[in-house]
């Protein structure tokens, strides 16, 4: 079975301080996973994919599978990254495009 | 180039009646996903079609259907509505089905009542 956790519900940081947003998978096969990121009163967007290993945003995320983690990171928080963020799993052979998501981490950054 | 456009975007209905959502992929993309999205269980896959044909399906009930017509556009159908099937209602548009970045539309928000 496909399954993502996002732990935090909610993480609040200090304008500079790291970002880290954890997304744990489980998934048998060969997963592909994805950061969307949703900010306030827009659609929902691709933040980056694992595959094409970017920063985008400053973020950044790798993936661990022996820890079957993806966490999203950013090194200085910025107020305009304030959003929910979501972690996606999808197994393209079995599944085409099918996402899996998470939870969702509202990510709040204070001035 | 215009985005994955949904239509209508709110609308209230009365438990038992149906409703058709719409959606309109970015222009070139064949493949279209709905999903569910609800305060408790977050977003979940309804379905996914490409070329017109489904190519995968969530676990939701057989009140949830689908189609795609050859223009690429898709439609989605909930008959005899609950009010757990209040929702906001999201359709994505990809180039193909082989993992290509999804795009999102806005959203169809309905309110059962």
């Known amino acids: ?111 | 180039k215009a985005g994955v456009t949904q239509t209508p975007r709110y609308l209230i209905k009365t438990r038992g009646q149906q409703v058709t959502l719409s959606c309109s992929p970015i222009s070139g993309h064949r493949s279209v996903s709905w999903y569910q999205q609800t305060p408790g269980q977050g977003l979940q896959f309804l379905f996914e079609y490409f070329s017109e044909t489904q190519r995968n399906k969530g676990n939701f009930p057989g009140r949830f259907s689908g189609r795609q017509f050859s223009n690429s556009r898709s439609e989605m159908n909930v008959s005899t509505l609950e009010l757990g099937d209040s929702a906001l209602y999201l359709c994505a548009s990809s180039w193909d089905s082989s993992g290509n970045t999804i795009y999102f539309g806005e959203g169809s928000w309905l309110t059962v009542v």
Not at chain 1, 41 to 48: D, G, I, Y
Not at chain 1, 59 to 85: C, V
């Open chain 1, 1 to 111: 079975a496909q399954r993502v956790t996002q732990p935090e519900k909610l993480l609040s940081v200090f304008k500079g301080a790291p970002v880290e947003l954890k997304c744990n998978y489980s998934y048998s096969g060969s997963p592909e996973l994805f950061w969307y990121v949703q900010y306030s009163r827009q659609r929902l967007q691709l933040l980056l994919r694992h595959i094409s290993r970017e920063s985008i945003k400053g973020f950044t995320a790798d993936l661990n599978k022996g820890e079957t983690s993806f966490h999203l990171k950013k090194p200085f928080a910025q107020e305009e990254d304030s959003a929910m963020y979501y972690c996606a799993l999808s197994g393209l052979r079995e599944y085409g495009n099918k996402l899996v998501f998470g939870a969702g981490t509202i990510l709040r950054v204070k001035s």
